[in-house]
């Protein structure tokens, strides 16, 4: 991956986590409001898991290049030895008081999948039914694991920056989730 390629995922990125700071004019991002669910966090939700499989299938191909790995439990068996301590890297979404935290990728294994890509994918499959899962929970455990893998992909391919700084400097609305990996 080239630095031009992942400036363009990290504004994607971007975007993405603009549209959730968006949605603080109609619902309070608190965790009273985490079962709300509505269209805006079913665009964002969607987005960012295309991306997240996106991008997880480019960090198979980096360490297997002959990989046929094309779900998210196959990735698993591929990124998890990579990256043995996935599970412990968190985000805080400072936006709200107190601040939220996330640890998006906690349960996932080469035998399960998230329970937010789990319902991520009941979602893609059938909205009219399970439209309860475009939740702003999910919007954000979504838009925080893509957030890790970019941070990883930095780290892998050694190209971009996340550009850590502070809320003013880096959104006009002031909106920022900050990636914390594991203690070593």
Known sequence: M???QYINHRNY???????LGET??????CYDNYKTYSFEFFKIIQLSCAEIDSLLKDLCKCWN???????ITQYANIII??????????TVMNFSSPPLSFLPWKDWSPE??????RQYQSLKHNHTENFKY???????????????????????????????????????IGYILKVTPPSV
């Open 2 to 4: 080239t630095t031009e």
């Open 13 to 19: 990125f971007l975007t993405l986590e603009k549209d």
């Open 24 to 29: 603080t004019k109609y619902v309070e991002h």
């Open 65 to 71: 290049p002959d990989t046929k790995a094309s779900n």
């Open 81 to 90: 030895p990579e990256y043995s301590k996935i599970e412990d890297y968190s």
């Open 112 to 117: 399960k999948a998230p329970t937010w890509w």
């Open 134 to 172: 475009a939740t702003l929970e999910n919007a954000y455990l979504c838009l925080s694991a893509l957030f890790i893998i970019l941070h990883m992909l930095r780290n892998t391919f050694k190209v971009g920056e996340l550009h850590f700084l502070p809320c003013t400097q880096r959104m006009s």
